[in-house]
């Protein structure tokens, strides 16, 4: 399935603008995703929205409240947030630079593809990418994400950009605070020449390939033997009203080849049986009402 970009807008630059597209550069599609099951019944459990008194209620009777005092609510309509002009929805502007060095990795957050949204975009987007490559600098604007604006870096990634959303300053949490129960004694200069060496030893190009997700390895190898053990316990459910709207329902592919087949035998099975079981049925019936008469 090809990706679809997650935001469209203009890519501003002084007086220069083009058309762009904005893809995420990180998927989750590897991770292993669970549903929380009710044992007794087999049945996912299902998230509703309730009010104390009243029980569930319909998503179109839901607004935001920000909260005045305790327990004083000030409502807003989706449609009053919507409404909000915020140029950075449209728009991403390149409004400072700075060393591409200079922005602590405490600030990323999340990494986004910006490529050029047309062929006419294409010329200008290859000059910005190009002058931010020579002079080594990170382009800095802001843009509007999912309802929410992020502080933005743009920088030069292979032939394309990559924008990186950063935190404000009020997200980050002093280190101070967290650091202070470390002591400030010295520390000896020949354990530090010994950690060096260590260090100079393993060193080397960064090569992500190398490392690997061991607990989504295993979490697969529990599932594999779990799937082939008879013991383990397993439910099954085709009531699609169990189903929640927009939820991956993540299903081992053999597992259900098997569930599949098992099924497929037994109807096979219950079918040769079918006749004689229901005369017995029947004969024993009639036999009781005679008794009863």
Not at 20 to 33: F, K
Not at 184 to 205: F, G, H, M, N, R
Request: charged share 35%; glycine share 6%; aromatic share 6%.
């Amino acid at each position: 399935m090809a990706a679809r970009p997650l935001w469209k807008g203009q890519l501003r630059f002084s007086l220069v603008a083009m058309a762009v597209e904005l893809y995420s550069a990180t998927r989750t599609g590897g991770r292993i995703r669970f549903r929380q099951i009710h044992e007794p019944s087999g049945k996912p459990i299902r998230y509703e929205k309730v009010v104390p008194g009243i029980g569930p209620v319909d998503k179109d009777e839901i607004m935001k409240g920000y909260e005045l005092d305790k327990d004083s609510y000030l409502l807003l309509d989706p449609d009053e947030i919507d409404a909000l002009k915020l140029e950075s929805r449209k728009t991403f502007e390149l409004v400072q630079f700075v060393g591409a060095c200079e922005i602590s990795p405490l600030y990323f957050d999340k990494p986004y593809y910006l490529v050029p949204a047309d062929d006419l975009a294409e010329d200008a987007y290859r000059v910005i990418r190009e002058a931010l490559r020579a002079s080594e600098k990170v382009g800095l604007g802001q843009i509007t994400l999912r309802g929410r604006e992020y502080i933005a870096a743009v920088r030069p990634c292979g032939d394309g950009l990559l924008l990186e959303t950063l935190h404000y300053e009020d997200e980050i949490r002093e280190a101070e605070p967290i650091f202070s129960s470390i002591g400030d004694a010295d520390v000896p200069e020949d354990l530090v020449q010994v950690a060096t060496t260590l260090i100079d030893k393993k060193t080397s190009e960064f090569d992500v390939s190398r490392f690997t997700d061991n607990y989504t390895v295993a979490m697969h190898e529990l599932i594999e033997r779990k799937t082939r053990s008879k013991s383990a316990k397993k439910v099954s459910t085709d009531d699609d009203e169990d189903r929640l709207p927009g939820t991956d329902n993540v299903i081992d592919l053999m597992a259900a080849l098997k569930k599949s087949l098992e099924n497929t035998s037994k109807r096979a099975g219950n079918s040769s049986r079918k006749k004689p079981v229901k005369k017995k049925a029947s004969s024993t019936a009639a036999s009781k009402k005679r008794k009863r008469a």
